[in-house]
């Protein structure tokens, strides 16, 4: 199983970029899947979130509520992390991450993707 994180770039203070996260690979369930990112000399944190298990529930970061709206298609399995008004402080590297449930790992396991770049310009 694969994560592939795209859409990054550079962009102006309050703008917006979409990032894309597609989930790859042999036969998985999708137990959650998010965005976590690192800034510069900073601890990587997380940023959203979408739980599939009891119901599909969604979850912030406080510093991101009302900005940045993730999402996701199943064919193909996608995620998707709207990111608006951005701010110089939204600059960091994004990270998809993903709980997924496959038959080797019938109780979940945790996948990365390789991060990509949003730099945000005041």
């Known amino acids: 199983v694969q994560l592939q994180a795209s859409g990054g770039g550079l962009v102006q203070a309050g703008g917006s970029l979409r990032l894309s996260c597609a989930v790859s690979?042999?036969?998985?369930?999708?137990?959650?899947i998010g965005w976590y990112r690192q800034a510069p000399g900073k601890e990587r944190e997380f940023v959203a979130r979408?739980?599939?298990?009891?119901?599909?529930?969604?979850a912030y970061a406080d510093s991101v509520k009302g900005r940045f709206t993730i999402s996701r298609d199943n064919a193909p399995s996608t995620a998707y992390l709207q990111m608006n008004s951005l701010k110089p402080e939204d600059t960091a590297v994004y990270y998809c991450?993903?709980?997924?449930?496959?038959?080797?790992?019938?109780?979940?396991?945790?996948?990365w993707g390789e991060g990509t770049l949003v730099t945000v310009s005041s």
């Open positions: 690979g042999s036969a998985f369930i999708i137990n959650n």
């Open positions: 991450t993903a709980d997924l449930t496959t038959i080797t790992t019938p109780y979940g396991m945790i996948y």
């Open positions: 979408i739980s599939e298990r009891g119901g599909t529930n969604y």
